[in-house]
């Protein structure tokens, strides 16, 4: 079985000692998926287990786990290798569609340039000094058009004193790709980010809540029946492997027996109000190089618009073959990709903003949720007064250890005796 990588994360923040609670709640993962992975984990990567007197179990792990896998299985070094080889890979893939675009632009300017020249010089010799010379605009790309290529835009000492103390921005390049199609889901962890924060409001309430202390973290809560009868902390219970307890007056608090061990002493965590989603942006680019992308974008697309002209009937194609030739053969797949290049982040820009909107009355339903815990009313101040009953907190320290795989048995067992009589010797002299 091959370890869970939210799970050994969670054991290296943890410190390489942990309870299955602990990892739980860290990784927001499934109480018995938490059992079964440090059970593997341990099994593969050399950990040991601890018993407390209470039984509980405490896993230890060497901090060089990683590299014990790492030697144990190839599945684990192609993977790691894999990662590496993408990132290169998906780099070359983003960079491709400026370069593409600067390409296009550079082939449809000079197809015009021998188009027009052709048509120039087959004028009479006697209008060709006063004609004949082609008009061609001045375009600037300035002393530093070589930035654009360059993997790394702020390794320019002028531009590393202007950003100073902030992080690397993307180069014009990734800056096309991102005006294209944007970057990613910025909600691509939310799950993983919901159940950690509800994990940790259960391990700071000692492990019982009640259900309006989680819907704020919840999307679904249902309405009617449904919400009233809280059908909703169902996954929660199921996840974390709690159980409902009644109160005297029929309220409903839930209990995380799971979470309420720990291998260490900790503080409680600081946990959001409600579970944000982040708002989609249509680029991370800045200001000025969307402008540019836009602005190349459209000398482009109507350069592919008057070398379409030019190239109508395939007479001059035909005529000066060579380059025109080939441009004529690929025009198309030109003008397509002109179009596409301003089409694509317009209907995106607009599907953002829908996106946008379904975020924010998420994030407003759940905040009105909050809202409503911190203005507790009676009943629900009564039921946090009784969740408190069952909240606890057990550390197990060295001390409560009675075994561990750490060391031969006979030899804990021999001392586990010697400790039982020195403290049956010494009750028996205090008495």
Request: no cysteine.
């Amino acid at each position: 079985m091959t370890p869970n990588p939210q799970i050994m994360r969670a054991v290296e923040r943890l410190d390489y000692r942990v309870t299955v609670g602990d990892v739980a709640a860290q990784a927001g993962l499934d109480v018995n998926l938490a059992q079964q992975g440090l059970l593997a984990l341990a099994s593969e990567a050399g950990g040991h287990l601890q018993v407390a007197e209470s039984g509980e179990i405490v896993y230890l792990f060497p901090q060089e786990f990683r590299t014990i896998l790492r030697n144990k299985h190839f599945r684990l070094q192609l993977k790691e290798w894999w990662e590496k080889v993408w990132r290169v890979l998906f780099y070359l893939i983003r960079i491709s569609f400026g370069i593409v675009l600067i390409a296009s632009i550079v082939l449809i300017l000079v197809s015009v340039v021998l188009i027009l020249t052709a048509l120039n010089s087959s004028r009479d010799s006697d209008d060709r000094g006063d004609s004949g010379a082609i008009f061609m605009p001045n375009f600037w790309f300035g002393p530093d058009i070589f930035w654009f290529f360059y993997p790394d835009y702020y390794d320019r000492p002028e531009e590393r004193r202007r950003a100073r103390g902030e992080d690397r921005q993307m180069n014009f390049l990734e800056a096309v790709f991102s005006f294209l199609f944007g970057d990613g889901n910025p909600n691509a962890n939310l799950e993983e980010r919901r159940w950690q924060t509800i994990g940790t409001v259960i391990r700071n309430s000692k492990g019982a809540v009640v259900a309006e202390q989680i819907a704020p973290y919840l999307d679904d809560v249902g309405t009617g029946y449904a919400q009233e009868y809280e059908e909703y902390m169902l996954p929660v219970l199921t996840r974390f492997n709690g159980r409902p307890e009644v109160s005297p007056d029929g309220d409903i608090v839930y209990h995380f027996p799971e979470l309420q061990t720990s291998a260490a002493q900790t503080r409680p965590r600081p946990v959001a109000a409600y579970l944000q989603e982040l708002l989609w942006r249509f680029s991370q680019a800045s200001s000025g190089q969307v402008l540019l992308a836009v602005g190349l974008g459209a000398v482009n697309f109507v350069g592919a618009l008057v070398l379409g002209r030019l190239l109508a009937g395939g007479l001059v194609a035909a005529k000066l073959g060579g380059l025109v030739a080939f441009v004529q053969s690929i025009y198309w797949v030109l003008f397509a990709y002109g179009a596409g290049f301003l089409l694509i982040p317009l209907v995106r820009y607009f599907w953002v903003q829908w996106r946008n909107q379904k975020v924010a009355a998420r994030n407003e339903v759940r905040q009105e949720r909050a809202v409503r815990l911190n203005q507790a009313d009676d009943r629900l101040r009564d039921k946090l007064a009784y969740a408190e009953q069952f909240a606890t907190e057990t550390i197990i320290g060295s001390n409560d250890l009675v075994y561990t795989t750490e060391r031969d048995l006979t030899e804990q067992d021999i001392e586990r005796s010697a400790q039982i009589d020195a403290e049956w010797q010494r009750r028996l002299n205090q008495s």
